[in-house]
């Protein structure tokens, strides 16, 4: 079983390239792959993250050393994450950046997933968020985070040639996700793609697109799927597009 620590989300810091969160196994009743989560069950775990008698305290422990030691780091994305005690879990988040780059427009994005079981080496994508940036240079800083399971929860950081876009996202077991970026909400039931396009304005247009990698063979198939959309063919080619 692969483990790694919050310490290497800090650790990698601003690079990113990808992370892999993975904790103690909860009860085996607990454990069971299943879709089948109801009121009932989410209650269950809530109650059970009250619970201080169930609480994890030597990964509590850690994460107070981790964020006195890293604090900075954390306190530079939209959303603080200060430590908190939490029931003992069993759960794989993913974070993986990637660019889309053509003759004429560069991309920036984020990929938010689930490992279909803490054992599992395939990932479930539950948001794809690009950018259009136009510049290699710009800076994407990601934080995504196990510790509110069954919840998966992410935030991060774009910065562009003439503005910044903080971002959070909250996907529910039950199958409701939403994203707020610079206080839009996207309720991600209407898809789970995400293209921003800043404007020379200081405002952004927006496409919300009812697709996901979940749905290609390879990221490619879906990166080319993407680019032939009419309605982002037809964004791309405004004048009003950051350079």
């Not at 530079?76 to 889309?100: C, Q």
């Not at 910044?164 to 039931?189: C, H, Q, Y």
């Not at 390879?218 to 405004?238: C, R, Y």
Request: negative net charge; proline residues 5%.
């Amino acid at each position: 079983m692969k483990i790694t620590q919050i310490v290497l989300l800090i650790t990698i810091g601003f690079l990113f390239n990808s992370c892999l969160d993975k904790e103690k196994p909860v009860s085996p009743s607990e454990n069971t792959e299943t879709d089948n989560w109801n009121m009932e069950r989410l209650s269950h775990i809530a109650t059970q993250h009250l619970d201080s008698s169930k609480w994890d305290l030597k990964l509590f422990q850690q994460d107070i050393e981790t964020y006195n030691k890293y604090s900075e780091i954390f306190k530079s994305y939209p959303l603080n994450k200060s430590p908190f005690p939490v029931a003992e879990y069993d759960y794989a988040v993913s974070s993986i950046p990637f660019t889309i780059e053509t003759d004429k427009v560069f991309f920036k994005g984020v990929r938010i997933g689930e490992y279909k079981n803490p054992e599992s080496e395939d990932i479930i994508d539950k948001l794809t968020l690009l950018i259009l940036t136009n510049d290699k240079d710009s800076k994407e800083n990601t934080l995504v985070d196990s510790r509110n399971y069954p919840y998966l929860t992410a935030q991060g950081i774009f910065e562009v040639k003439n503005n910044e876009f903080d971002w959070v996202f909250s996907a529910s077991p039950d199958g409701f996700s939403t994203l707020i970026l610079n206080m839009k909400l996207f309720d991600l039931r209407y898809g789970e793609t995400i293209i921003i396009y800043p404007q020379i304005d200081q405002s952004f247009l927006y496409e919300q697109i009812k697709d996901s990698p979940n749905n290609y063979s390879n990221f490619d198939e879906f990166k080319n799927t993407l680019l032939n959309n009419p309605k982002v063919q037809n964004q791309l080619n405004s004048q009003k597009n950051i350079k």
